[in-house]
Structures are given as C-alpha cells and as structure tokens.
C-alpha cells in the first residue's frame, strides 16, 4: 500500500511533524518554463458542482423564464455574494475535458484547506484546518482523484497554499482588527468552537486550530529553511498569528502533497 493510501484509509492525523514522511520516486516534472504554460486560475466554490447536465441551462433570450416577479440584480448578486454557492473539486474534475479544450496546462485551484464552520468563507482564505480538505468541496480522495485525472490529461494542479494567515479562530477583542506591521502581534484570547462560541480548550477538530503545531501558546524561535534549501532564517511566531514558521509550512506544504497524491503537486506560496 503507498503512503498516499495508506493516509487516506484513515482520519487526517493532527500533527504534521508525526509524519514519517516516504521520499517521493514519481512525480508528475515541472515545466522548463513557466512563461510556456498557459495557467487557468479557479476558486472552487464558484466554478462547478458537476451537476450542470441535470438543470436546464439559462436562455440568454428568455431572461424572465428564470427571474420571478419583482427580480432586482443588485438584490440577487447581494443575496449570492458572500456565500457558498456549491462547487466541488468533483466538479472541477468533471470539467477536466472542457479545460483541456481551452488549452490550459496548469490548473491553479484556489485554497481547499478546512474553513471556519460558523463563516461563509466561499473563497477559501480564512483556514482552520491545514490538514483537511473543507467538507463543501470534497475530502482528501476526491482531491487525488482531481490531481491523478488532470496528469492523465498532460495538466499540471497548483495548489494555492497559504500559509502567512489563519481564519478567524480565537478571540483578541476585535471582530476585524486592523493590520499590525512585524514585529508586532495581538495577544490571543481563548479559541473560538464551530459555532463561533469562546473556549478556552480545543475539544473537537472544529475547534480552534490545526494542526496542533499551531495551538502553542508560547513563543518560539525556530530555525526555518528556505524552500530553496540555501538559506535559514529565525523566525518568532505565536499561535495562529502571522508570519507563521516557515519550518512548520513548509512541513505542511509537504505532508498535504503526499497524502493527497502519489505524484507530484506544486503548490503556490504565501500570499
């Protein structure tokens, strides 16, 4: 059994440094050059839920047939603009043909890390869970199936990773706080559960953050390596407060690669 299924016949682990992870032997090349590829950027969410052949498509000449009485645009792009609309990585890979026609060569999906229960984050950048695909697109097989069926079509997947800023997972005495410049950082208060409640213990994979690297209260000075392998650095981190180490994503980069496929993925870094 490969690592990847291995991963996969059991629940997301969560720790990332409790993973022996396997050194990889097929992989799926880079490009040369990425000025030759022709990229094709998506969020999830909004792009298909592959159920497109079971409704009737809108007739651009009959807009009425599908607008009841009193339809407002500003009124139903307000009502559909801040939330789940539904699309899934099966989706995306339903559409894997329709892409390939295009042309495209590399396929940039948007963030499908585990989002915030309680919040409407349809565009996938407000992660409390690194290590889970968010249950409104899929799980984790369903993003192997993605990356194993778009290989067999010569097109490459990036992941959109990132990993300088969680979701809103604790309480620090703002809703929205405004951005603070490093070196600086707001103090922690108590998690929040996937209701959007206050506690001050993580109980369930709902909760608070993960991985549990993340739910340290201390600081720390780690040694962070460079992607490259050239160059280290120190960083200071604090729970689930941005930048976060390099070290710890750079370890989570990995782990989500190998359990997600048995070929190679790149992934796209910090935003």
């Given at each position: 059994m490969s690592f990847a299924q291995s991963i996969l016949a059991r629940a997301r682990p969560d720790s990332v440094r409790s993973l022996a992870l396997p050194r990889r032997t097929n992989f799926f090349p880079s490009p040369a050059d990425w000025r030759d590829e022709v990229i094709y950027f998506l969020l999830p969410d909004r792009f298909s839920d592959g159920g497109e052949s079971d409704r009737p498509l809108v007739n651009p000449k009959d807009r009425g047939a599908n607008r009841p009485a009193g339809f407002r645009w500003d009124d139903w792009a307000a009502s559909g603009g801040g939330r789940f609309q539904g699309g899934t990585l099966n989706g995306i890979t339903s559409k894997l043909d329709y892409l390939n026609g295009l042309g495209v060569t590399t396929l940039w999906v948007g963030p499908t890390f585990k989002q915030r229960t309680h919040f409407d984050s349809y565009h996938?950048?407000?992660?409390?869970?690194?290590?889970?695909?968010?249950?409104?697109?899929?799980?984790?097989?369903?993003?192997?199936?993605?990356?194993?069926?778009?290989?067999?079509?010569?097109?490459?997947?990036?992941?959109?990773?990132?990993?300088?800023?969680?979701?809103?997972?604790?309480?620090?005495?703002?809703?929205?706080?405004?951005?603070?410049?490093?070196?600086?950082?707001?103090?922690?208060?108590?998690?929040?559960?996937?209701?959007?409640?206050?506690?001050?213990?993580?109980?369930?994979?709902?909760?608070?953050?993960?991985?549990?690297?993340?739910?340290?209260?201390?600081?720390?000075?780690?040694?962070?390596?460079?992607?490259?392998?050239?160059?280290?650095?120190?960083?200071?981190?604090?729970?689930?407060?941005?930048?976060?180490?390099?070290?710890?994503?750079?370890?989570?980069?990995?782990?989500?690669?190998?359990?997600?496929?048995?070929?190679?993925?790149?992934?796209?870094?910090?935003?």
């Open positions: 996938g950048y407000a992660i409390q869970d690194f290590l889970d695909i968010d249950p409104r697109f899929g799980n984790r097989q369903d993003m192997v199936q993605l990356v194993a069926e778009a290989h067999k079509r010569g097109i490459r997947i990036l992941l959109d990773v990132v990993f300088n800023h969680t979701g809103n997972n604790y309480a620090n005495g703002d809703e929205q706080p405004p951005f603070l410049p490093w070196p600086r950082f707001y103090q922690k208060g108590d998690w929040k559960n996937r209701r959007g409640d206050l506690t001050n213990t993580i109980h369930t994979a709902d909760d608070g953050v993960w991985p549990s690297e993340f739910q340290r209260d201390e600081y720390s000075a780690a040694p962070a390596r460079a992607i490259s392998g050239q160059a280290t650095s120190t960083i200071r981190t604090r729970k689930c407060v941005a930048p976060i180490s390099l070290a710890i994503a750079t370890s989570i980069t990995t782990a989500q690669l190998h359990w997600t496929t048995s070929h190679n993925v790149t992934n796209i870094g910090s935003h």
